[in-house]
């Protein structure tokens, strides 16, 4: 008998034992959840973004790679004779591609906000603008000097203002306005030693203008708005941009790719340009949101 209510007492004891650790593990497994839930929601993902990587932190990202890439363009273009421009656009956005649909497959990708926030028109008109951005502006490079494709990136951003206040009445104040000029003045000082120009390419970089301002808008806004994530949006243009690039393929770039070398050293280059240009597409998208 005595033994009876021992094995009794012992099976209460295991018992509430096994309960509360039942109870610990629900706990922690709706913790679990709620922090990937937190992560997986594009709320939760645009603040994850803006706290692991501040405006300071993305700026510099941003122009460390803006310069690094134009170098190995041009190294593309002249050194590697790469005279493809198109392609090599087509290039960097196909692995930008690859690259983020590895990190889809891994569940590191982002989420996206709901299809109804976005209206398809705002993305099909994002993944044109980059198409045309990305595409003269490396058609700019291959006929145009360092020095004259800086002097042409310099009026994007005085095109933006001018967009932003025509569309949005957006205005800035007086201080970031006198920032801008001398800062565009100092860079234009710096370069007006180097302004060799093509006159197609100078044509394709007065045209690059526009469709780069409007890019950097959208980007924005969506961003800004619409709790995109950097990543969650390069995802969803890229196969948009990807077609554009296809179609201006026979239009502006010249014959013969398939006459080029593609030996590993000049593929490796090819390659290393592409990842750059995936760093830039992503550092930006972070200093616009």
Not at 3 to 31: P, T
């Amino acid at each position: 008998m005595f033994s009876f209510f021992i094995r009794k007492g012992v099976r209460k004891i295991l018992k509430r034992k096994d309960s509360d650790a039942g109870q610990k593990g629900r706990a922690l497994e709706d913790l679990r959840a709620s922090l990937f839930n937190q992560f997986r929601s594009s709320e939760g993902a645009k603040r994850q973004q803006q706290r692991i990587c501040g405006p300071a932190i993305a700026l510099s990202f941003n122009f460390l790679v803006a310069v690094g890439i134009i170098f190995m363009n041009k190294m593309v273009l002249q050194t590697v004779q790469f005279k493809f421009p198109i392609l090599l656009t087509l290039i960097h956005y196909v692995v930008s591609w690859f690259l983020m649909a590895i990190l889809k497959a891994f569940s590191f990708l982002p989420a996206a906000p709901s299809s109804k926030s976005t209206r398809l028109s705002t993305l099909f008109t994002l993944g044109f603008v980059m198409s045309l951005s990305t595409g003269f502006a490396n058609v700019s490079l291959k006929y145009n000097s360092i020095g004259f494709y800086q002097m042409a990136k310099i009026a994007v951003t005085p095109s933006i203002v001018l967009a932003e206040f025509v569309l949005y009445r957006k205005k800035v104040s007086f201080a970031k306005a006198l920032a801008l000029t001398v800062v565009s003045i100092g860079v234009a000082v710096a370069t007006v030693t180097d302004l060799q120009f093509h006159v197609f390419g100078a044509c394709v970089a007065l045209a690059w203008i526009v469709p780069s301002a409007v890019n950097k808008i959208l980007w924005s806004r969506l961003q800004q708005q619409e709790n995109w994530t950097a990543l969650s949006l390069m995802w969803k243009t890229t196969p948009i941009t990807l077609i554009f690039l296809a179609a201006m393929l026979p239009c502006l770039d010249p014959p013969g790719v398939l006459s080029f070398d593609w030996n590993f050293s000049n593929s490796m280059v090819i390659f290393a340009s592409a990842i750059l240009g995936f760093l830039l597409q992503w550092s930006g998208a972070l200093a616009l949101g």
